[in-house]
């Protein structure tokens, strides 16, 4: 279980990076819409898959400890 928390995590950090880097990108070009959404709409989401990646990899370290 822990082994699939660590890989969500991982996953989710990664998709967080990658939102937070299309929606910065973006924002510099002069784009201030993507898919529908604002550019810094996309940010704080990435934003909050990236802390969710990283409360993932916390619970597991945290679980291994005991």
Known sequence: MDKL???LGNATAIAGVVL???AG???V???YHLG???AMTLFTGGMGL???G???KLHALGA???
């Open 36 to 38: 529908g959404y604002q």
């Open 5 to 7: 928390i660590v890989n």
């Open 29 to 31: 070009a002069g784009v």
């Open 25 to 27: 990108i973006a924002r």
């Open 20 to 22: 937070c880097a299309v």
């Open 50 to 52: 990236m802390l969710m």
């Open 54 to 56: 990283a409360l993932g």
């Open 64 to 66: 291994s400890v005991k």
